[in-house]
């Protein structure tokens, strides 16, 4: 689709699990972001990373970590969740952070329902 | 500060009409616009980007939009719509350079084009 992947699609989790998203870019660009969508709300920015140095934290509560190994991948570690943390879980990547060139790139997200 | 505003939760066309989505946005300085579009059950796909120069912007699936500096605003426009131009569009806004290089998205608009 896209050149963004994410992994898995779909995950249903106990408010104890502790599970983890996968994103992954075959684009070459130096910038992924993690974005939460919940239906009757706006896109909400969690994450940012630029060549793999956390640039941005919205306020993100710590039961979710992120984790960038490297600018091609992308890691949203999930841990003690609650039922309104479930939604859409979207990855992007841009060129770069700043300038010109940072329209970002979607993953088909994981849509994730915590019971 | 920077905003965008999607004032319209759902536009409905009849296929082989024009149609329009409209944006209006709020920025310090210079913006730069970006209109993306969301199909069921996948992520974001970027349309188009305004960063300078003509005022008329060209982007995919025949899709364009025009930045007016003294409206404020960013309306996206295709002269035929199709029934597989149904889906979600966001509208986005970041400040230029010397700005935060996080885009604020809008809410979002649900086009319906029916046949």
């Known amino acids: 689709e896209t050149g963004v992947t994410q992994t898995p699609r779909h995950l249903v989790m106990g408010m104890t699990n502790k599970k983890s998203l996968k994103c992954e870019q075959h684009l070459g660009h130096n910038a992924m972001y993690w974005y939460k969508q919940s239906a009757k709300k706006p896109l909400e920015l969690m994450f940012v990373?630029?060549?793999?140095?956390?640039?941005e934290n919205n306020s993100v509560p710590s039961r979710f970590s992120p984790e960038c190994p490297n600018s091609s991948h992308l890691f949203l570690h999930l841990h003690t969740l609650q039922p309104e943390d479930s939604a859409l879980y979207l990855c992007?990547?841009?060129?770069?952070?700043?300038?010109?060139?940072?329209?970002?790139?979607f993953g088909p997200g994981t849509r994730l329902t915590v019971l | 500060a920077q905003s965008v505003a999607q004032p319209e939760d759902q536009v409905n066309v009849a296929e082989g009409n024009p149609l329009t989505v409209k944006c209006t946005y709020s920025v310090s300085g210079n913006p730069y616009l970006f209109w993306y579009v969301q199909y069921p059950n996948r992520g974001l796909q970027f349309l188009l980007k305004?960063?300078?120069?003509?005022?008329l912007v060209k982007g995919s699936y025949g899709f364009e939009a025009e930045f007016n500096k003294s409206q404020t605003s960013f309306h996206l426009k295709k002269p035929s719509a199709l029934v597989s131009d149904s889906a979600l569009y966001f509208c986005?806004?970041?400040?230029?350079?010397?700005?935060?290089?996080?885009?604020?998205f809008g809410r979002g608009t649900s086009l319906i084009v029916h046949p």
């Open positions: 986005a806004v970041r400040e230029g350079s010397g700005g935060s290089y996080i885009p604020t």
């Open positions: 992007a990547s841009s060129q770069q952070a700043s300038g010109p060139h940072n329209e970002q790139f």
């Open positions: 990373y630029s060549l793999e140095e956390r640039v």
């Open positions: 305004y960063i300078t120069g003509d005022n």
